[in-house]
């Protein structure tokens, strides 16, 4: 290196001053480091590192090594056919020389020779070879590689080969790797095709790989050539691998842990060969094409050739079960209606032959019941491909025997289904699986005619129990009708449902409907066949055709009999149009008639003889057959030309409304517009069918579907010409002159709609504004903007419209329907209503400019005009300033009917208008703080018009400084933040009890509606509380505590009062749902919410404090506790803000424990909740105590420490220290510990109980008691019901040992102070209604002595058994509580021996009101005889089995069995 290259600085020179070269710079270095193992270690893993990623190890070799190393290259070892092949390079020779080479580089041997060995098996596959065999190897490539393998497992035998190195650095190789390559290499040991596959970095790309390889291979194997052998044992063997780890046990690719690599590829592969071979065929695969065969070969793998080494057929089945349900769900493009059309394309000889071979390799592994039940399980979870479904019952029908009966009941249980809830998904399967396996012939399945007629042909049809079954059928097959073959029209129409005569009128309507639709396909009902096969799909034959195949079938049932056929002779009567336009012209058809006659000559002779020919057409006949003789011809039947048919109605309508467009732009026309209406009229009542007397008919209220709007095509055709004349007419009038001087033509032709075919308008025009209003351009917004306010003109004389569940129950009148189809969600939706308000108001405003504010607003619903204030205000914050009188603009409604109308500009033209700014003075139309609110809640920030800030500050100005300083009278807050809480509150919480809130998500239930937009409305509550919270705190005197509570509590007090109280099913899920509600808002707020902010050892317990444990005990007790606690999250939230509050006193540790042990009185439930709790609850409260002071945990806490540490030490093997008090929380802690135990780890440990106290037993019995109830009642209960009873009967054996009292637990009332105020405060109602299922389901764990040794058992025992026949009757006990005091009266005479006075021989006998369980379950549902007394023993041990046993009866509450007057007479 050239010296010019070294700096010029003094440390560069020598002493003499001479610069020194580079290379003694280095030289001088080189002598001054000292050798450093360490860094030597990193520097060979370095090297080592760079020759595995980088480098072509054979060149590097070369390079480094120079010409010697040129006798470790492979190329020799792996050539056959060279005469130097292992003569100089044996195993052992070039092993020693990798390892000698390896050691002077410093390199694994394993990484040196896999890296070589994956080199050759490169050059292998990349030699000059075959190109028409890009998967398989040409014969010297298999040589060469069978060489190189044998010396890789030397290698391999020696430990001096790596396989994850050989792995890699194969995948480098990948786009030159050919798969019989990679099979040998599986096959012959080296490396697992498993552990190969997954060594790749990239799980999808591999797949891809190996799914084009097997394409090429599945195309090769299909193709004769010389490794056909080959080829067939790679797939076997690959598909083999494939199914045992893609399908073996326990493989779950749903689950939550990274699963293995290779069961996921193997899985991929084969549904891409599947899903590949599915759209082959479903793009109409050519024959013999390389694709067809590859789906031919694929197909074939399921083949018990290919797959017969397969040990366990578990794998296989679910391989199987796996293939056949992507088989019927891929690609589900067809909807049912579609099935309903096409099916008859679908049968098993139009199926393409490869599916049907699929299909019966299908079957060979799964049995018929396998597979209906799969079918059944996929049609009820997933969506399906309807074509290939019903392909495959033809498949099974036709393959087996025994599916048409599993069919049928399968099909039974369907229409079951279907006519109990009014399942429609239940019904359309049912009939599509019939109909499908009808096609198949009357050996595979029984014709849809008989099916039909058992169905629905006698009075133990499906549709036989109800009016309301009747109605759903007859819809049913109504909707279906459009969609229909004639075939099947002709069966309904031939062979009716049997319906009783005063529903007659449903099936008349139908056969009407089906009559008309058959018509219109030109298909005769009375030119039917006698021998039509109606359960055949197939095209309709003309009448003269299927007269040729009648003849022909009766006469040689003529043959066979002698008689005429019976089908002739009713057709003679009863069919006479067909048999005499078409039967008898086809048989007398001119022939030259035989010598000897035939049976077609007897036939007609016999039908003469029985005047079933008319004279004069034999007559015509025997002349037609002697000119036969004379002149041989081939006669045949001329077709008569029909008539032409006249103008359709459809285009008659057509015509009339242009001849009225036309008419729009002509001031000379103007006087023939009400002539023109009134045709447009008639002709629409001749396109609907409607008949003239049909306009005197009433319609009381219209029934519409807002979410799924329908309507019948012709219905939808004649609609749709009405709403694009009148936009058309609209456009046309107002291009001349302004909407109040276009003349009375829009009133007069709305009024068109406003008869029969009012619903119908209504039902599109739900369809175009709710579901497509997006879409609409602008003439088609003003056009229905403009007709909105024509049908508010006539709103009087117009029915309500039930709108179903997201609008109100009560029915809408027509201008608030519009308000209910106008959303306001997306950003689309938003705009689209912002058009519409803007042009439905402005055309109101232009049209009735002179009339009244009255006229105007009745015109259109308040909502409108609500919605569009919402509107401007968000989307334009130039709209937010105040106007000013100078503000005050024109409205114009010229610009708007232009196709580039700027709405913006029309918008904000229109919020200034005077007219405008007057109506919004008006009460009802101004927009309020609740309505405000209630719009705001509907919007979807995910595709929201405002970004997140945009709409953080719209919510601010909203609330802080529009409503909240706005008056009361004008909708707002007076300035009250609180008030404007309480109003946000309410309208929170009924939004989300509302179907508002589940309209938009899948997932939204008891969730603030299931997506974010919510979250915004919320975190503005959290910020209004918070500045509450800092006014209360700076208006209260230091030293003191507020003397009031929060609002909030009072709001859910008054929500609480207004809901259904009671313990049916729905009252009892909307309070859960509310109080979750609650729950979740309280959560969201400050902690002082629950607690107050201070405490103070004047006023300890805050009014704050009084209202949580209140609604504790009162509500949450009973819908949000479970086992005995709340959960975590408001137990946690109200420690923290009890910490928080206390902290903040003088002695802090003195206010903790004094409101704790308040607790204990007041709302026990949250000590118990801290028990469970305590593990995740310890940790904060420990964090937040030191942080502030310094002392230990306050007393009571301590209390909730050492409950927690008895349990654990009671259950442990060790001896048990003594139990703390309280006693009741030591036994809560021990129940909530024996939860977390085994079973079989709690039978030793609870012998303990024999050393501790009474009143703990007692207490946790009751506990137990609570966890038996609750395993009973709840799936997810952290007890299973077996071991819940035996910890109770453990506990119940050691009370009756120790002869401790223990029936007071099921005589507990309030007026008790030293168990019932307690218990009852704790435990949910509804497990203390059912006590008297605990105490008969432990009865055989009695004492045999109790009823002698207690008196009071028996007062027990009655009172349970009455309360239990009460619960199973009425699903209540209140009738037979016991009397205040009766619990102490119990415990005062607990241990007390039996005597023998009346009073005992009472109680004796009131045993013996017990009844036998076949009686109890006879007399169910009326009141109990009380005469019937079998022994008291034999009473109490009946209830006993009947819990035991069959006691889910008692379990839950069935208020609904008898009403009350009918349980009076019971005991």
């Given at each position: 290196?050239?010296?010019?290259?070294?700096?010029?600085?003094?440390?560069?020179?020598?002493?003499?001053?001479?610069?020194?070269?580079?290379?003694?710079?280095?030289?001088?270095?080189?002598?001054?480091?000292?050798?450093n193992?360490?860094?030597?270690?990193?520097?060979?893993?370095?090297?080592?590192?760079?020759?595995?990623?980088?480098?072509?190890?054979?060149?590097?070799?070369?390079?480094?090594?120079?010409?010697?190393?040129?006798?470790?290259s492979?190329?020799?070892?792996?050539?056959?056919?060279?005469?130097?092949?292992?003569?100089?390079?044996?195993?052992?020779?070039?092993?020693?020389?990798?390892?000698?080479?390896?050691?002077?580089?410093?390199?694994?041997?394993?990484?040196?020779?896999?890296?070589?060995?994956?080199?050759?098996v490169?050059?292998?596959?990349?030699?000059?070879a075959?190109?028409?065999?890009?998967?398989?190897?040409?014969?010297?490539?298999?040589?060469?590689?069978?060489?190189?393998?044998?010396?890789?497992?030397?290698?391999?035998?020696?430990?001096?080969?790596?396989?994850?190195?050989?792995?890699?650095?194969?995948?480098?190789?990948?786009?030159s790797?050919?798969?019989?390559?990679?099979?040998?290499?599986?096959?012959?040991?080296?490396?697992?095709l498993?552990?190969?596959?997954?060594?790749?970095?990239?799980?999808?790309?591999?797949?891809?790989?190996?799914?084009?390889?097997?394409?090429?291979?599945c195309?090769?194997?299909?193709?004769?050539?010389q490794?056909?052998?080959?080829?067939?044992?790679?797939?076997?063997?690959?598909?083999?691998?494939?199914?045992?780890?893609?399908?073996?046990?326990?493989?779950?690719?749903?689950?939550?842990?990274?699963?293995?690599?290779?069961?996921?590829?193997?899985?991929?592969?084969?549904?891409?060969?599947?899903?590949?071979?599915?759209?082959?065929?479903?793009?109409?695969?050519?024959?013999?094409?390389?694709?067809?065969?590859?789906?031919?070969?694929?197909?074939?793998?399921f083949?018990?050739?290919?797959?017969?080494?397969?040990?366990?057929?578990?794998p296989?089945?679910?391989?199987?079960s796996?293939?056949?349900?992507?088989?019927?769900?891929?690609?589900?493009?067809?909807?049912?209606?579609?099935?309903?059309?096409?099916?008859?394309?679908?049968?098993?000889?139009?199926?393409?032959?490869?599916?049907?071979?699929?299909?019966?390799?299908?079957?060979?592994?799964?049995?018929?019941?396998?597979?209906?039940?799969?079918?059944?399980?996929?049609?009820?979870?997933?969506?399906?491909?309807?074509?290939?479904?019903l392909?495959?019952?033809?498949?099974?029908?036709?393959?087996?025997?025994?599916?048409?009966?599993?069919?049928?009941?399968?099909?039974?249980?369907?229409?079951?289904?279907?006519?109990?809830?009014?399942?429609?998904?239940?019904?359309?399967?049912?009939?599509?699986?019939?109909?499908?396996?009808?096609?198949?012939?009357?050996?595979?399945?029984?014709?849809?005619?008989?099916w039909?007629?058992?169905?629905?042909g006698?009075?133990?049809?499906?549709?036989?129990?109800?009016?309301?079954?009747?109605?759903?059928?007859f819809?049913?097959?109504?909707?279906?009708?459009?969609?229909?073959?004639?075939?099947?029209?002709?069966?309904?129409?031939?062979?009716?449902?049997?319906?009783?005569?005063?529903?007659?009128?449903?099936?008349?309507?139908?056969?009407?409907?089906?009559?008309?639709?058959?018509?219109?396909?030109?298909?005769?009902?009375?030119?039917?066949?006698?021998?039509?096969?109606?359960?055949?799909?197939?095209?309709?034959?003309?009448?003269?055709?299927?007269?040729?195949?009648?003849?022909?079938?009766?006469?040689?049932?003529?043959?066979?009999?002698?008689?005429?056929?019976?089908?002739?002779?009713?057709?003679?009567?009863?069919?006479?149009?067909?048999?005499?336009?078409?039967?008898?012209?086809?048989?007398?058809?001119?022939?030259?008639?035989?010598?000897?006659?035939?049976?077609?000559?007897a036939?007609?002779?016999?039908?003469?003889?029985?005047?079933?020919?008319?004279?004069?057409?034999?007559?015509?006949?025997?002349?037609?057959?002697?000119?036969?003789?004379?002149?041989?011809?081939d006669?045949?039947l001329?077709v008569?030309?029909?008539?032409?048919?006249?103008?359709?109605?459809?285009?008659?309508?057509?015509?009339?409304?242009?001849?009225?467009?036309?008419?729009?732009?002509?001031?000379?026309?103007?006087?023939?517009?009400?002539?023109?209406?009134?045709?447009?009229?008639?002709?629409?009542?001749?396109?609907?069918g409607?008949?003239?007397?049909?306009?005197?008919?009433?319609?009381?209220?219209?029934?519409?579907?807002?979410?799924?709007?329908?309507?019948?095509?012709?219905?939808?055709?004649?609609?749709?010409?009405?709403?694009?004349?009148?936009?058309?007419?609209?456009?046309?009038?107002?291009?001349?002159?302004?909407?109040?001087?276009?003349?009375?033509?829009?009133?007069?032709?709305?009024?068109?709609?406003?008869?029969?075919?009012?619903?119908?308008?209504?039902?599109?025009?739900?369809?175009?504004l709710?579901?497509?209003?997006?879409?609409?351009?602008?003439?088609?917004?003003?056009?229905?903007?403009?007709?909105?306010?024509?049908?508010?003109?006539?709103?009087?004389?117009?029915?309500?419209?039930?709108?179903?569940?997201?609008?109100?129950?009560?029915?809408?009148?027509?201008?608030?329907?519009?308000?209910?189809?106008?959303?306001?969600?997306?950003?689309?939706?938003?705009?689209?209503?912002?058009?519409?308000?803007?042009?439905?108001i402005?055309?109101?405003?232009?049209?009735?400019?002179?009339?009244?504010?009255?006229?105007?607003?009745?015109?259109?619903?308040?909502?409108?005009?609500?919605?569009?204030q919402?509107?401007?205000?968000?989307?334009f914050?130039?709209?937010?300033?105040?106007?000013?009188?100078?503000?005050?603009?024109?409205l114009?409604?010229?610009?708007?009917?232009?196709?580039?109308?700027?709405?913006?500009?029309?918008?904000?033209?229109?919020?200034?208008?005077?007219?405008?700014?007057?109506?919004?003075?008006?009460?009802?139309?101004?927009?309020?703080?609740?309505?405000?609110?209630?719009?705001?809640?509907?919007?979807?920030?995910?595709?929201?018009?405002?970004?997140?800030?945009e709409?953080?500050?719209?919510?601010?100005?909203?609330?802080?400084?529009?409503?909240?300083?706005?008056?009361?009278?004008?909708?707002?807050?007076?300035?009250?933040?609180?008030?404007?809480c309480?109003?946000?509150?309410?309208?929170?919480?009924?939004?989300h009890?509302?179907?508002?809130?589940?309209?938009?998500?899948?997932?939204?239930?008891?969730?603030?509606?299931?997506?974010?937009?919510?979250?915004?409305?919320?975190?503005?509550?959290?910020?209004?509380?918070?500045?509450?919270?800092?006014?209360?705190?700076?208006?209260?005197?230091?030293g003191?505590?507020?003397?009031?509570?929060?609002?909030?509590?009072?709001?859910?007090?008054?929500?609480?009062?207004?809901?259904?109280s009671?313990?049916?099913?729905?009252?009892?899920?909307?309070?859960?749902?509310?109080?979750?509600?609650?729950?979740?808002?309280?959560?969201?707020?400050?902690?002082?919410?629950?607690?107050?902010?201070?405490?103070?050892?004047?006023?300890p317990?805050?009014?704050?404090?009084?209202?949580?444990?209140?609604?504790?005990?009162?509500?949450?007790?009973?819908?949000?506790?479970?086992?005995?606690?709340?959960?975590?999250?408001?137990?946690?939230?109200?420690?923290?803000?009890?910490?928080?509050?206390c902290?903040?006193?003088?002695?802090?540790?003195?206010?903790?424990?004094?409101?704790?042990?308040?607790?204990?009185?007041?709302?026990?439930l949250?000590?118990?909740?801290?028990?469970?709790?305590?593990?995740?609850?310890?940790?904060?409260?420990?964090?937040?105590?030191?942080?502030?002071?310094?002392?230990?945990?306050?007393?009571?806490?301590?209390?909730?420490?050492e409950?927690r540490?008895?349990?654990?030490?009671?259950?442990?093997?060790?001896?048990?220290?003594?139990?703390?008090?309280?006693?009741?929380?030591?036994?809560?802690?021990?129940?909530?510990?024996?939860?977390?135990?085994?079973?079989?780890?709690?039978?030793?440990?609870?012998?303990?109980?024999?050393?501790?106290?009474?009143?703990?037993?007692?207490?946790?019995?009751f506990?137990?008691?609570m966890?038996?109830?609750?395993?009973?009642?709840?799936?997810?209960?952290?007890?299973?019901?077996?071991?819940?009873?035996?910890?109770?009967?453990?506990?119940?054996?050691?009370?009756?040992?120790?002869?401790?009292?223990?029936?007071?637990?099921?005589?507990?009332?309030?007026?008790?102070?030293?168990?019932?105020?307690?218990?009852?405060?704790?435990?949910?109602?509804?497990?203390t209604?059912?006590?008297p299922?605990?105490?008969?389901?432990?009865?055989?764990?009695?004492?045999?002595?109790?009823?002698?040794r207690?008196?009071?058992?028996?007062?027990?025992?009655?009172?349970?058994?009455?309360?239990?026949?009460?619960?199973?009757?009425?699903?209540?006990?209140?009738?037979?509580?016991?009397?205040?005091?009766?619990?102490?009266?119990l415990?005062?005479q607990?241990?007390?021996?039996?005597?023998?006075?009346?009073?005992?021989?009472?109680?004796?006998?009131?045993?013996?009101t017990?009844?036998?369980?076949?009686?109890?379950?006879?007399?169910?549902?009326?009141?109990?005889?009380?005469?019937?007394?079998?022994?008291?023993?034999?009473?109490?041990?009946?209830?006993?089995?009947?819990?035991?046993?069959?006691?889910?009866?008692?379990?839950?509450?069935?208020?609904?069995?008898?009403?009350?007057?009918?349980?009076?007479?019971?005991?």
């Amino acid at each position: 290196m050239s010296d010019s290259w070294v700096p010029n600085s003094a440390s560069r020179q020598d002493p003499g001053g001479r610069r020194r070269s580079w290379a003694e710079l280095l030289a001088g270095r080189v002598k001054r480091e000292k050798y450093n193992s360490e860094r030597a270690q990193k520097l060979k893993e370095s090297a080592v590192r760079l020759l595995r990623s980088h480098q072509d190890l054979n060149a590097l070799l070369l390079e480094v090594e120079g010409p010697l190393c040129k006798k470790l290259s492979l190329s020799k070892v792996i050539d056959c056919d060279s005469s130097e092949a292992y003569a100089n390079h044996s195993s052992s020779f070039i092993g020693s020389a990798l390892q000698d080479q390896a050691s002077r580089l410093g390199v694994p041997v394993g990484i040196l020779s896999a890296g070589m060995v994956a080199s050759s098996v490169g050059q292998i596959c990349t030699a000059p070879a075959e190109t028409s065999h890009p998967v398989l190897l040409t014969v010297e490539q298999r040589k060469k590689l069978s060489s190189l393998l044998e010396f890789a497992q030397y290698l391999l035998a020696h430990s001096m080969f790596s396989r994850l190195s050989f792995c890699q650095e194969l995948w480098k190789i990948q786009s030159s790797l050919l798969l019989e390559a990679v099979w040998h290499i599986h096959v012959q040991g080296i490396v697992s095709l498993q552990e190969l596959l997954e060594s790749h970095p990239d799980m999808h790309a591999v797949g891809s790989w190996l799914f084009r390889n097997l394409c090429c291979l599945c195309e090769q194997m299909e193709a004769s050539c010389q490794h056909a052998d080959v080829a067939r044992a790679m797939l076997s063997d690959f598909v083999q691998m494939f199914v045992l780890r893609g399908f073996q046990k326990n493989s779950d690719l749903r689950r939550t842990v990274e699963p293995e690599k290779m069961p996921q590829v193997a899985v991929d592969v084969l549904q891409r060969m599947l899903i590949f071979a599915l759209d082959a065929l479903a793009a109409g695969v050519q024959e013999e094409s390389s694709t067809h065969k590859i789906v031919r070969c694929w197909f074939g793998v399921f083949s018990g050739h290919t797959l017969g080494s397969v040990i366990s057929t578990d794998p296989l089945k679910r391989f199987f079960s796996h293939t056949l349900t992507q088989i019927l769900t891929h690609s589900p493009v067809l909807k049912a209606s579609d099935a309903v059309q096409m099916q008859r394309e679908w049968s098993f000889a139009r199926t393409h032959p490869l599916l049907t071979a699929l299909y019966r390799r299908l079957f060979v592994m799964l049995s018929p019941e396998e597979l209906v039940g799969h079918l059944q399980e996929v049609l009820e979870t997933q969506e399906v491909h309807w074509q290939r479904v019903l392909s495959f019952v033809s498949a099974l029908v036709v393959c087996f025997p025994e599916a048409q009966q599993l069919l049928e009941d399968w099909v039974a249980r369907l229409m079951a289904q279907a006519f109990e809830s009014c399942q429609l998904d239940s019904m359309v399967t049912a009939f599509l699986v019939v109909r499908q396996a009808a096609l198949e012939g009357p050996s595979a399945f029984l014709s849809y005619a008989d099916w039909f007629k058992a169905s629905f042909g006698s009075t133990r049809g499906y549709h036989g129990c109800s009016k309301k079954a009747l109605v759903f059928l007859f819809t049913f097959l109504s909707d279906l009708v459009p969609f229909e073959s004639p075939r099947y029209l002709q069966v309904h129409i031939l062979h009716p449902p049997l319906v009783p005569s005063k529903y007659r009128s449903l099936l008349t309507d139908y056969i009407s409907l089906a009559k008309t639709r058959l018509a219109d396909l030109k298909v005769s009902i009375e030119n039917m066949g006698l021998y039509e096969d109606l359960s055949s799909a197939g095209d309709i034959t003309e009448p003269h055709s299927q007269a040729l195949q009648d003849v022909e079938k009766a006469v040689m049932v003529f043959e066979h009999t002698g008689k005429i056929p019976i089908t002739v002779m009713e057709a003679s009567i009863f069919r006479r149009p067909y048999y005499v336009s078409h039967f008898l012209p086809a048989l007398l058809t001119p022939r030259v008639l035989p010598k000897v006659p035939d049976s077609r000559v007897a036939f007609i002779e016999s039908l003469k003889r029985a005047d079933k020919i008319p004279p004069s057409l034999y007559s015509t006949y025997c002349q037609a057959c002697s000119a036969a003789e004379e002149k041989p011809e081939d006669a045949a039947l001329g077709v008569r030309a029909e008539p032409s048919s006249a103008e359709e109605p459809l285009g008659q309508l057509t015509a009339a409304l242009g001849e009225l467009r036309a008419s729009m732009t002509d001031p000379s026309q103007r006087d023939v517009i009400s002539a023109q209406v009134a045709v447009i009229s008639e002709r629409l009542r001749a396109v609907l069918g409607h008949n003239e007397d049909d306009s005197s008919v009433e319609i009381s209220k219209i029934q519409l579907s807002i979410n799924t709007p329908r309507l019948e095509p012709r219905e939808h055709m004649a609609v749709d010409l009405l709403l694009t004349s009148f936009c058309q007419n609209l456009m046309a009038a107002s291009s001349v002159a302004p909407p109040d001087r276009q003349g009375p033509w829009a009133t007069l032709f709305v009024r068109t709609m406003c008869g029969r075919v009012l619903p119908a308008v209504l039902t599109r025009l739900c369809q175009l504004l709710r579901h497509q209003g997006p879409s609409l351009s602008a003439p088609h917004v003003l056009g229905l903007a403009a007709l909105a306010v024509h049908l508010g003109e006539s709103r009087s004389a117009l029915p309500e419209v039930d709108v179903g569940p997201p609008a109100p129950d009560a029915g809408l009148p027509v201008p608030a329907l519009f308000d209910s189809l106008l959303t306001c969600r997306t950003r689309d939706s938003l705009f689209f209503c912002l058009k519409f308000c803007t042009a439905a108001i402005s055309y109101s405003l232009c049209k009735f400019s002179s009339q009244s504010r009255d006229i105007l607003c009745s015109c259109l619903s308040p909502g409108l005009f609500k919605k569009f204030q919402f509107l401007v205000f968000r989307l334009f914050s130039e709209a937010r300033q105040p106007l000013s009188e100078e503000d005050a603009a024109s409205l114009s409604w010229r610009p708007l009917y232009l196709p580039s109308a700027d709405w913006q500009r029309a918008a904000l033209s229109l919020w200034t208008h005077r007219t405008f700014r007057e109506l919004l003075k008006e009460e009802d139309v101004d927009l309020t703080y609740q309505d405000w609110l209630h719009l705001e809640l509907e919007i979807q920030p995910e595709a929201d018009a405002l970004s997140d800030t945009e709409r953080q500050d719209f919510h601010q100005w909203a609330i802080h400084e529009h409503f909240l300083p706005e008056s009361s009278a004008s909708g707002g807050c007076d300035g009250d933040l609180q008030a404007a809480c309480t109003i946000l509150v309410n309208e929170l919480m009924d939004f989300h009890q509302s179907s508002r809130s589940y309209d938009h998500s899948e997932n939204s239930d008891l969730v603030f509606g299931g997506r974010t937009g919510n979250e915004d409305i919320i975190s503005r509550l959290q910020e209004m509380v918070a500045d509450l919270e800092l006014q209360q705190d700076l208006s209260v005197p230091l030293g003191h505590t507020p003397s009031q509570g929060h609002f909030l509590f009072e709001i859910f007090r008054r929500r609480l009062q207004a809901l259904t109280s009671g313990w049916s099913v729905a009252a009892s899920l909307q309070r859960q749902r509310e109080l979750l509600m609650y729950k979740r808002i309280l959560l969201r707020l400050p902690s002082s919410v629950l607690c107050g902010s201070s405490f103070q050892a004047e006023e300890p317990i805050t009014a704050r404090c009084e209202q949580f444990f209140h609604l504790v005990n009162s509500e949450m007790r009973n819908f949000c506790s479970h086992g005995g606690a709340l959960t975590q999250d408001i137990t946690a939230h109200f420690f923290r803000g009890l910490l928080n509050a206390c902290l903040r006193s003088r002695d802090p540790s003195l206010m903790v424990d004094f409101i704790l042990a308040k607790c204990q009185t007041k709302c026990p439930l949250i000590l118990t909740s801290a028990l469970v709790w305590w593990p995740s609850l310890e940790p904060m409260l420990l964090c937040r105590w030191r942080r502030h002071c310094q002392s230990p945990l306050p007393w009571e806490l301590q209390k909730l420490q050492e409950g927690r540490q008895f349990a654990s030490d009671f259950l442990s093997p060790e001896a048990a220290s003594p139990a703390p008090n309280p006693d009741w929380l030591s036994a809560a802690a021990l129940h909530f510990a024996i939860q977390q135990v085994r079973e079989e780890n709690i039978r030793k440990q609870l012998k303990k109980l024999d050393c501790e106290r009474e009143e703990l037993l007692v207490f946790l019995f009751f506990f137990s008691l609570m966890g038996l109830l609750s395993s009973q009642l709840t799936s997810n209960s952290a007890t299973d019901p077996p071991k819940a009873f035996h910890v109770c009967a453990a506990i119940l054996e050691c009370l009756e040992k120790r002869k401790i009292s223990w029936l007071a637990l099921f005589q507990l009332t309030e007026s008790d102070l030293r168990l019932g105020r307690l218990l009852l405060r704790v435990a949910p109602d509804q497990h203390t209604r059912l006590l008297p299922f605990a105490f008969y389901s432990l009865l055989s764990y009695f004492h045999e002595d109790a009823a002698i040794r207690e008196e009071a058992f028996l007062h027990v025992a009655v009172d349970m058994y009455l309360k239990l026949v009460q619960l199973f009757v009425a699903g209540d006990t209140s009738t037979v509580s016991p009397p205040a005091g009766r619990s102490l009266e119990l415990q005062g005479q607990a241990g007390k021996p039996r005597g023998t006075d009346n009073k005992s021989s009472s109680f004796s006998a009131a045993v013996n009101t017990s009844v036998p369980e076949k009686e109890l379950l006879t007399h169910g549902r009326e009141p109990l005889p009380c005469d019937l007394r079998p022994s008291g023993r034999h009473g109490l041990r009946t209830c006993s089995s009947l819990t035991a046993a069959g006691g889910s009866w008692g379990l839950r509450p069935r208020g609904d069995r008898c009403p009350p007057e009918q349980t009076a007479g019971c005991p």
